[in-house]
């Protein structure tokens, strides 16, 4: 279906009107509410749009559709868009793309009931760091509790289920990069330089790199899934009970290129 039928099925209209847009998303607090897990206020979510739309003035002027569509995807997955690294909405290509934050996929998991634990952590330079794989796997970290820690050198995730496995991955700073070369969706259009998150917060987006990669070979719920499935998208759909990891036709195509 395209994203004309779509808006034309769920009676959105697409504004590039930051006053006609708070309006909108006021409006919806109803249907963000039918979306959300048991205990959260849609009131907290609209709050949490108005911050968002301040803060980052260029969002009121992409399709309005998708600003409402990544807020009910927040919704659905009960988090909170510019909070404490749960999600973040941000401009792109004229549309409002949501991106997972590493602290919002470590709350699903940790909501998970296959999941005992979750930890992620960043290791310096001169922190004491060990490894083995192998038949006896193991992992020390030790940070350096006085002085300089140095710079980031490599990322982990480690996740204990509750039947009493133990699941750990492990990424390089190198890794990293090379990873958000070859994966980083927002790039300086004459250039192709990447920008956006992978610049402005590293640290962070390689911690969920390897969030993901570790949660992919643990047990996952289905709201675990769906947030991994419908990070980096963009979403004209605001029905709150539509499918949160169909993406947009366009950006379905953008994907694919990069593929």
């Not at 979306?35 to 206020?41: D, L, T, V, Y």
């Not at 952590?121 to 509790?145: C, I, Q, S, W």
């Not at 980096?232 to 949160?244: F, G, Q």
Request: proline share 4%.
């Amino acid at each position: 279906m395209s994203d004309l039928r779509t808006r034309a099925r769920t009676g959105v209209v697409a504004t590039r009107n930051p006053a006609e847009l708070k309006q909108k998303i006021k409006a919806m607090e109803a249907q963000f509410q039918l979306a959300m897990p048991k205990g959260m206020e849609a009131a907290q979510i609209v709050r949490d749009a108005m911050t968002v739309l301040s803060t980052n003035p260029k969002l009121g002027t992409v399709d309005g559709a998708s600003v409402l569509g990544a807020l009910m995807t927040c919704s659905q997955l009960g988090l909170r868009p510019g909070v404490l690294g749960q999600a973040y909405i941000i401009p792109f290509k004229g549309k409002a793309q949501l991106v997972i934050g590493y602290q919002g996929l470590v709350m699903l998991a940790q909501r998970s009931a296959d999941i005992a634990s979750i930890a992620a952590r960043t290791v310096h330079a001169n922190d004491h760091f060990d490894y083995e794989f192998g038949l006896n796997e193991r992992l020390v970290h030790k940070p350096l509790m006085a002085g300089d820690r140095g710079p980031a050198i490599a990322y982990y995730c480690v996740v204990k289920t509750r039947g009493g496995g133990t699941l750990w991955e492990i990424m390089s700073r190198t890794d990293a990069e090379q990873h958000r070369d070859k994966f980083a969706m927002q790039r300086d259009f004459e250039t192709k330089a990447v920008k956006g998150p992978w610049v402005e917060h590293f640290d962070a987006m390689a911690l969920k790199t390897v969030i993901i990669r570790t949660l992919k070979l643990a047990p996952r719920s289905t709201e675990l899934a769906n947030a991994i499935a419908a990070d980096d998208s963009v979403r004209v759909d605001i029905t709150p009970t539509a499918d949160i990891t169909t993406r947009s036709e366009e950006h379905t195509s953008e994907l694919q290129s990069r593929s």
